[in-house]
């Protein structure tokens, strides 16, 4: 199983940029989905974004043409990208690794998830 470790969360305001990052313990070529969730307080988490190994990225409505997700795989690591954060994208943000399951993935594997904070 592969371990998961976050970083890159903060404060921020609105409008603002922020990069998280996903060190993974394994090649990230072994797993078929790398995806990035967030959870803010009283709501399910939520999957933002997957990025498909040798295949695609997509990302949920709400974040789609703001966040962009990358892979180093000399680094085992992923990143997301956030751009033009607003106020209700505060939540914990966490990383995960799994499969596909239709237009969204299993997750096999977590990080410890992430704070972001966006002041308005």
């Known amino acids: 199983q592969v371990h998961l470790v976050e970083s890159g969360g903060g404060l921020v305001q609105a409008g603002e940029s922020l990069t998280l990052s996903c060190a993974a313990s394994?090649?990230?070529?072994?797993?078929?989905?790398m995806g990035w969730y967030r959870q803010a307080p009283g709501n399910q988490r939520e999957l933002i974004g997957r990025?498909?190994?040798?295949?695609?990225?997509n990302y949920a409505d709400s974040v789609k043409g703001r966040f962009t997700i990358s892979r180093d795989h000399a680094k085992n690591t992923v990143y997301l990208h956030m751009n033009d954060l607003k106020p209700n994208d505060t939540a914990v943000y966490y990383c995960a690794a799994g499969t596909l399951y239709g237009d969204s993935m299993r997750p096999t594997s977590w990080g410890q998830g992430t704070q972001v904070t966006v002041s308005s």
């Open positions: 394994m090649s990230l070529l072994r797993i078929s989905v």
């Open positions: 990025s498909v190994t040798r295949a695609y990225t």
